[in-house]
């Protein structure tokens, strides 16, 4: 149960925290100049955090982060939502990197949110998630992508970020999916224009 407690505020956290950036990058409040030294910083701080209690920080990671990663890598999810930012912003048109950042957001979040409460048919890629989860995720993800493009694009855009979210690893090999979520999602939508 305090399971559950904490991978919900996990996830209600990266959805608000992820549209926060989203609609900052809109406004053009928020960009790689500000974006690039605050993840320097944040992985400066994190280093830090495993060693000392950082006021408000040390409070943040106690409610948010995974015991593992408060070993390891404190903070690791968010880091790697603004890594996977930064690399959407640096390859992308701003269109396609906020619909990407919109489908990592909400697709990550709710899939995740979906199926652990309400999941019952295992993924068949991934012996750990449920496949109405994914399809949540993908019906909120394309809803959420469509402010920044076409409607078919973020349709397309989300289906393969939602298979690429369900892949847990590869060979034994943690997948970061807060990267390959917003670099699928691009680089479909680029191909989609292509054709």
């Known amino acids: 149960m305090e399971k559950l407690k904490l991978e919900t505020r996990r996830n209600l956290f990266h959805l608000i925290m992820g549209l926060l950036v989203v609609v900052l990058i809109h406004a053009d409040l928020l960009n790689l100049q500000i974006i690039i030294p605050g993840v320097i910083a944040g992985f400066f701080v ?9 006021p408000i920080i040390g409070w943040l990671l106690s409610k948010l982060e995974r015991k ?5 890598l404190p903070g690791h999810g968010a880091l790697f939502f603004f890594v996977g930012t930064i690399l959407a912003l ?17 697709g990550d979040s709710v899939t995740a949110l ?6 019952r048919i295992k993924h068949p890629l991934s012996d750990k998630k449920f496949l109405e989860g994914s399809i949540a995720g993908f019906i909120f993800a394309s809803l959420g992508a469509a402010f920044f493009v076409l409607p078919l694009e973020a349709l ?3 289906f393969f970020s939602m298979m690429v979210e369900a892949v847990d690893s590869i060979k ?11 670099l699928v999602a691009g680089l479909a939508i680029t191909v989609l224009r292509m054709l």
């Not at 593992?68 to 390891?72: A, I, K």
């Not at 979906?114 to 999941?119: A, F, I, K, L, V």
């Open 156 to 158: 397309i855009a989300s």
């Open 68 to 72: 593992e990663d408060l070993e390891r």
């Open 172 to 182: 034994g090999s943690k997948i970061e999916d807060n990267i390959t979520i917003p």
């Open 90 to 106: 640096a390859l992308f048109p701003k269109d396609i990197a906020l619909a990407a950042v919109t489908i990592l957001a909400v």
């Open 46 to 54: 994190s280093f830090l955090s495993r060693k000392y209690n950082i």
């Open 114 to 119: 979906t199926g652990m409460r309400s999941g």
